[in-house]
């Protein structure tokens, strides 16, 4: 089972969970695969506005399954907040992500915690 939930979520709470640090370790270059540097995300969400990122949530672990270049570019940008989808798996995640993923959730600290309890069970 799962649910999902749009909301806001200040950046330092997201920050622990990125999945991938961007600013720290570009993605690799594959010939093949058209990948964007976060200097380029950066430009473009200056221009185009920010599209919600993703975190999931499994039991009591949370990861940023995707957005970890736009998280970088909306703090580099001066965002506090930016537009989440919150997706609550009820089950153990291994339908969905393979287990090098799984190995990268972290445990949900307080205040994320109180955030979610606030836009799940309000």
């Known amino acids: 089972m799962i649910y999902k939930r749009e909301t806001e979520i200040s950046i330092d ?3 622990g969970y990125r999945e991938f640090k961007r600013d720290e370790t570009p993605a690799p270059h594959v010939p093949f ?3 964007h540097g ?13 599209t919600p990122l ?6 009591n672990t949370a ?4 957005g970890n270049h736009r998280i ?7 965002y506090t907040t930016v537009p989440v989808e919150v997706i609550m798996h009820f089950g153990s995640g291994v339908d969905m992500f393979y287990e ?5 959730f972290k445990f949900i600290d307080p205040a994320l ?3 979610l309890k606030s836009i799940f069970f309000c």
């Not at 990861?63 to 995707?66: A, E, M, S, V």
């Not at 970088?72 to 001066?78: I, Q």
């Open 13 to 15: 709470v997201l920050w």
């Open 100 to 104: 090098h993923t799984l190995n990268r």
């Open 72 to 78: 970088v570019a909306a703090k580099r940008l001066g």
């Open 33 to 35: 695969i058209q990948r």
């Open 38 to 50: 976060v200097d380029e995300v950066t430009a473009y969400v200056q221009k185009h506005g920010l």
């Open 113 to 115: 915690e109180s955030h």
């Open 63 to 66: 990861l940023l399954t995707d």
């Open 54 to 59: 993703e975190l999931t949530v499994i039991k």
